[in-house]
C-alpha cells in the first residue's frame, strides 16, 4: 500500500491551476475589459498560430472562447510534439514553426520557489532562476511585439499562476530529506500526501473546479465577478500577487502543521480546511482576473 501511494504522487506532478481554474480567470478577464481593448485583444488572439483549435467548439464568441483556452495553452503544450522540454537534460530541440519565438515549454516559468521552514530547517534563500517573476515582463513585453499573440497566452497563463498561492512557495521540513540525507523542499507541495492519494500542490491547483465546461466555467466566472469587489486602483505588481500568495500559503495551505505531509503521516483534510481554502482561491481568482484586465487595458491602448 505504501508503495503504491509512493507511484502516486510520483506520477501526479501538478503544475498550475486545473485548466477550469485557468480558464475561469480569463473568462472573468475578458467580459471586463474596455470594449476598445477588447477589439485589441481580439485581433492577437484570431492571430495566435493555433487560433483553429483554440476556437473550435466555440459556445459563445469565437474570440472570447479561443482566449479562454488560451490561459491553459501553456500547459497544454507540455504534452505537444511541435515542442520541446528545454529544461530536461539531453533535450533535443524541435523544428521552428511560425508565430512562434522558440519551441521551448519552458516548464520553470510557472511558478517562484520562495522557501520557508515551519521548524527551522536551512533553505536556500533565494529563490532559483528563470521562475515567473523573472518571465512576467518578458511575457508583457511581448504583448507589443512580433509574437504579441503567442505572448498573450502566457501572459493570461503566468497572470494566472502567480495567484494560485502554492506556485510561489516550497517548505523545507526536518523529516524531508534526500537520498544524501541533505534537507530538500517539497517541490511547491507536490510531494506533501494529503489523504493518502494526492498532494498539496494539486489540491490547491483544482479548488476553482474541475469540470472543463463552458457552461460551469461562465456561471463560475460570473459567480465570482458578483462575490468580488474589484480593488479601488488593481494592484498591477506581479511581485505584490507573488509575496501575498506566499504568505496565504504559509498561514493557510501549510497550516496542519510540520510533522504531516510524508506517505507515514499523510495531512488529512477538514471541511474546515477546505471551505476556506476554496473561498480564498475564489477570492484569488477574481482578482487575477479583473488584475490582467487592467494590465491588458493600459498595455494595448
Ligand atoms: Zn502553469
Known sequence: MKIAVGLVLACVQAFAWHPVGHKIIAA????????????????????????AALSAHATTKKERWAFINMAGWPDDIKGDPRFYSDTSRNAVATPSLPGFPDMKRHTDWHYVNFYFSPDN??????????????QMPLVTDGLKGAFAPYYLGWFEHLVGDIHEPMHNISRFVAWNKDRNGAPQSDLG???????????????W??????????????????????????????????????????ELAKSEAYKFGAEFGSNDKPFRRTP???????????????????????????RLN
Open 121 to 134: 530547517t536551512p533553505f536556500p534563500a533565494t529563490p532559483p532562476t528563470p521562475n515567473v517573476l523573472t
Open 28 to 51: 472573468i478577464c475578458y467580459d471586463e475589459l474596455p470594449s476598445k481593448t477588447r477589439a485589441k485583444v481580439d485581433a492577437l488572439v484570431r492571430a495566435h498560430p493555433d487560433y
Open 205 to 246: 491547483d483544482d479548488l476553482l473546479g474541475t469540470t472543463d465546461d463552458p457552461d460551469y466555467i461562465d456561471w463560475m466566472a460570473r459567480r465570482l465577478r458578483r462575490e468580488f469587489h474589484a480593488e479601488k486602483t488593481p494592484d498591477v505588481d506581479p511581485e505584490h500577487w507573488s509575496h501575498a500568495g506566499f
Open 272 to 298: 474546515d480546511y477546505t471551505r476556506t481554502a476554496q473561498a480564498l482561491a475564489r477570492k484569488q481568482g477574481a482578482l487575477a482576473g479583473r488584475r490582467m484586465a487592467a494590465i491588458l487595458a493600459t
Open 189 to 203: 507541495g507536490n510531494s506533501v500526501n494529503v489523504d493518502g492519494f494526492t498532494n498539496l500542490h494539486a489540491v
